[in-house]
């Protein structure tokens, strides 16, 4: 329980996980990891997916000894549909249940769009659009059966805004978005939330080799001044995984240090 008191009058608010079993992608290191991490702080059970089987075996360890609670890591490669059945088997039979699934696997292959290649473009629809499909269809017969689940997908700014050479990225995170919507109505009925949040410019070995300029450029659009943290994204799916959220779905977050308003 966290507790926010403004003068004298005091409101809390529940981001306890305690029970809770969370799936999170993608989460051998950078947002996914800060992710398990704070889910786990929480109180959840965590099972980190990832495709690199060291660091996300190294991250589980490391979790679950500062938290106190099961992290479990399982190694698959996302967007092959032969691996996701089996991935979500194993992971029920180890905790039985799933009640968070995080979406947060993602890759860039960036190039202008003269210069883009058919693989290029294939290669991130498939980690960043078709995996979200084939995990979000491989919890959610169970989370309806349950009759609660929270479904958090990690798009981007640059799903609503674009952004020139990334027209792959651009058009595989604008398809979460409205995946995510679809699937919001779909799930509302037995109290499925589908969230979605579209970070900013976040400091990750994914944007570590971002050319010096383009960092500088992204700084520039920003209002807050900074790169974000991966604890930035991780405290905003806090939010949406915990009871303090069981009123939203179907939203989009930005979390962006102001750079899309
Ligand atoms: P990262 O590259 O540091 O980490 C991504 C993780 O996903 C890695 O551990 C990688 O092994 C795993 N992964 C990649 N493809 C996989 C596959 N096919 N199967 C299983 N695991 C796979 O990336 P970062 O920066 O932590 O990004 C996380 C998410 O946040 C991504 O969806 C990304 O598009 C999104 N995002 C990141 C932003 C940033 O500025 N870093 C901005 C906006 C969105």
Redesign the pocket.
Known sequence: MQDFSLNGSVAVVDFSLDGSVAVV?????????AIAFTLARAGAKVAL????KE??EASAKEIEEACGVECVPFV?????EEQIEPLFSSILEKFSQIDILVN?????RDNLLIRMKDSDWQKVI???LK?VFLCTRAVFKSMMKQRHGKIIN?????GLMGNAGQAN?CAS?AGVIGFSKAVAREGAARSINVNVI??????????ENLPESAKQSMLAQTPLGR??K?QD?ANAVLFFASPAADFLTGQVLCVDGGLAM
């Not at 992608?25 to 990891?33: L, P, V």
């Not at 698959?76 to 092959?80: G, M, Q, R």
């Not at 990690?154 to 640059?158: E, L, M, R, T």
């Not at 579209?198 to 944007?207: E, K, L, N, Q, V």
């Open positions: 992608t993608g989460s051998a290191r950078g947002i996914g990891k997916v990832d495709m690199n660091a996300v698959a490669d996302l967007s092959s947060n696997a993602g890759i860039t498939d980690v960043n995996s990690i798009a981007s700014i640059v990225y995170k579209a970070p900013g410019f976040i400091a990750t070995d994914m944007t790169m974000g991966a994204v």
